[in-house]
């Protein structure tokens, strides 16, 4: 009866919700699922954050509305953390901007600089905020593919002219999902001398920055010279730490592209609940040997994942952050027929890459948030119909 926006009707379905009803299906049917789909830890938020959260709920001064740009001492926690972090130092007052998590920030910065028929530049396979945000601004993605033969690095020669004339955004997202891939500064220096060449903003989504294994640590693209220049990047404390339900996150760098965020959100949201903020900064100024463990946690799971699927004969690349393993399927079926057989003959939830955009089809992802012992007996059940 209603006819839906343009804008709506141009976006790609949100995969997600497909999988989780099909999940809801067999889990209503009894069925025992195990559940590798979803990117969200299964471990608690640490209990001082916990803590934090009761007492500041409890204090009326919490209990009214934010100032739009955060809390100063969130601000000033953050710039504390990124430059012992990342060395790179930020202005709390200019250069960061907390979120209701980093995909809001995400999905809205276009609208600061979108005209109708621009191009975001957006790699595929990718987080869907990215295509998302980009159409419902109304720009249009363009696709930079992510190779397997390239490392999932986009190849920013190969993009013509025309679109660059047209392009005002550039997405980059390392340590990646979904490919689980990482980038060197080589490639961020290259994509600063790309940017200014091209006058594109560079949108640098860090929100795996902590989640890395064997001695492995992901650099900011701020940490480049001339980033701060052309460049907003997003970071998380969902993954980081076991908040994906809390709604926090912030963007930081240039400080006109931080200012135009925060105009575009102004007239949306009106910040993030205080309390939760305050529980922010000990999160971020807190104890962080949870970090540690919560990576020793998932570098395990990833090793009993990775020689389950070798003694299957499967050829998996190990990552060396991000908790996914993205794995090529047999090239006589394709990403949904495999994980609908997966979810109908053994019980296993995976995300199929197509998902993610074309350039995913060929791959799925498996999340490590479920414990070692039902990844051994998802790899068992794998023997049993492989
Ligand atoms: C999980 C995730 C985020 C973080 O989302 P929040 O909104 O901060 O919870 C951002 N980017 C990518 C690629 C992610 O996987």
Redesign the pocket.
Known sequence: MFKLSKKLQDLPPYLFVEIDKAKRNAKQEGRDIIDLGV?DPDQPTPAHIIDRLYQAARDPSTHRYALDQGLSGLRKAIAQWSERRFNVKLDPETEILPLI????G?AHFPLAFLNGGDYSLVPDPC?PPYKGGTILAGGKPYIMPLKEENAFLPDLKKIPLNILRKAKLVYI?YPN?PTASIAERDFYTDVVKFATKNKIIVIS?L?YSEIAYDGYRPSSFLEVEGAKDLGIE?H?L??TYNM?GWRI?WASGNAQLVSALAKVKSNIDSGIFSAIQLAGITALEGPQQHIKDICQLYQERRNTLIAGLQSLGWQVTVPKATFYVWLKIPKKTDSIKFSTLLLEKADIVVTPGVGFGKYGEGYIRMALTISKERIQEAVERLRRIL
């Open positions: 990117g998590g980093s995909k809001e995400i987080y997202n999902n989504d929100a997003f998380s969902s993954k994906t996150g």
